[in-house]
């Protein structure tokens, strides 16, 4: 759950030599994974436009929250008022947000690669803990079980459409009636037909031998 991987960035925080205050989150996979919620701003990527500040008593999260599905703002917010109550703010909000919260006592833990120069810059050095990833972006590398499982249910699903997809060619390219546009529609359609697809990673390059 959500809840879960928030305690566990927070115990995280507890265990740093420098014991942060908060962890700023940049990158949009970062949001999407910790709170488990998907979109589409991007094409070919299910992350939307987002930022996060998670303190050790507080969550912020900054997003259009017209965007946000009834469900997910109740599970967001279901432990209201709390430690696990997420506090949504508008997403233009989050750099006047920061810049607040930087005047006190605080060390804020972020990681450069993700993190934009804008938020960055409004943090005064002397209260930055940087490192190039995250503690987020860590944890999201390490898959359990589950996930584990999935992935591999997930590869064996895209198998399927591209076997599909090399059978349509044997038979179709003989007869002179494919090309490359032609053949990347096709094989989008036999994934997109797959359980549980939400379309291509990338646009599909067409070509095969």
Same mark, same amino acid.
């Given at each position: 759950?959500?809840?879960?991987?928030?305690?566990?960035?927070?115990?995280?925080?507890?265990?740093?030599?420098?014991?942060?205050?908060?962890?700023?989150?940049?990158?949009?996979?970062?949001?999407?994974?910790?709170?488990?919620?998907?979109?589409?701003?991007?094409?070919?990527?299910?992350?939307?436009?987002?930022?996060? !500040? +998670?303190?050790? @008593?507080?969550?912020?999260?900054?997003?259009? $929250?017209?965007?946000?599905?009834?469900?997910? #703002?109740?599970? *967001?917010?279901?432990?209201?008022?709390?430690?696990?109550?997420?506090?949504?703010?508008?997403?233009?909000?989050?750099?006047?947000?920061?810049?607040?919260?930087?005047?006190?006592?605080?060390?804020?833990?972020?990681?450069?690669?993700?993190?934009?120069?804008?938020?960055?810059?409004?943090?005064?050095?002397?209260? !930055? +803990?940087?490192? @190039?990833?995250?503690?987020?972006?860590?944890? $999201?590398?390490?898959?359990?079980?589950?996930? #584990?499982?999935? *992935?591999?249910?997930?590869?064996?699903?895209?198998?399927?459409?591209?076997?599909?997809?090399?059978?349509?060619?044997?038979?179709?390219?003989?007869?002179?009636?494919?090309?490359?546009?032609?053949?990347?529609?096709?094989?989008?359609?036999?994934?997109?037909?797959?359980?549980?697809?939400?379309?291509?990673?990338?646009?599909?390059?067409?070509?095969?031998?």
């Amino acid at each position: 759950s959500w809840q879960e991987k928030v305690a566990g960035i927070r115990q995280q925080m507890e265990q740093h030599v420098r014991r942060p205050t908060a962890v700023l989150l940049s990158g949009l996979e970062e949001t999407a994974w910790l709170f488990n919620l998907r979109g589409d701003d991007i094409p070919y990527n299910p992350v939307f436009y987002s930022y996060t !500040l +998670l303190t050790n @008593s507080t969550i912020s999260l900054f997003v259009d $929250k017209r965007r946000l599905a009834a469900a997910a #703002q109740q599970s *967001l917010q279901a432990d209201c008022p709390g430690p696990l109550c997420v506090e949504l703010q508008e997403y233009g909000q989050a750099r006047t947000h920061l810049h607040r919260y930087a005047q006190g006592n605080v060390t804020v833990w972020l990681g450069t690669e993700y993190t934009t120069y804008g938020l960055y810059g409004v943090i005064p050095q002397e209260k !930055l +803990l940087e490192d @190039s990833y995250s503690p987020v972006m860590l944890a $999201k590398a390490v898959k359990n079980i589950k996930e #584990q499982e999935l *992935l591999r249910a997930a590869h064996v699903r895209d198998a399927v459409a591209v076997i599909q997809y090399l059978l349509w060619l044997e038979k179709m390219v003989p007869q002179g009636q494919v090309d490359e546009f032609s053949g990347a529609h096709h094989i989008d359609t036999l994934r997109q037909a797959q359980e549980h697809s939400r379309g291509p990673s990338f646009q599909s390059i067409s070509a095969s031998g």
